[in-house]
Nanobody, 127 residues
């Protein structure tokens, strides 16, 4: 069983930055592909970024490409989402998710693929 805990959310002005963290209790994160998703009020949960086991492969939603960076430190059993140039459209609850991949370099953008989820952290971007 993997329990994921997100942190690092908060209120930031447009143009600012935040770094979200996703840590585990229980099993180590190194055996799992990790994804970040977000859900804004009244909207469906959407994919933000994904990272493979060793961080050799990453994937991003077009809306965050070149602004957000996903990374991981397997020694610390932690994944990160560095968010730069934030705008009000980025306001949402951000979730991390984990899945044992079917092959080494896999990343996943479909929320239905993931087995474990955190409770989410709120990110609010003001004008």
């Amino acid at each position: 069983q993997v329990q994921l805990v997100e942190s690092g959310g908060g209120l930031v002005q447009a143009g600012g930055s935040l770094r979200l963290s996703c840590t585990t209790s229980g099993r180590t994160l190194k055996s799992y592909a990790v994804g970040w998703f977000r859900q804004a009020p009244g909207k469906e949960r959407e994919f933000v970024a994904g990272i493979s086991l060793s961080a050799a492969f990453t994937s991003y939603a077009d809306s965050v490409k070149d602004r957000f960076t996903i990374s991981r430190d397997n020694a610390k059993s932690t994944a990160y989402l560095q968010m730069n140039s934030l705008n009000p459209e980025d306001t949402a609850v951000y979730y991390c998710a984990a899945k044992i991949p079917t092959y080494y370099g896999a990343t996943y953008s479909d929320s239905g693929e993931y087995d474990y989820w955190g409770q989410g952290t709120q990110v609010t971007v003001s004008l």
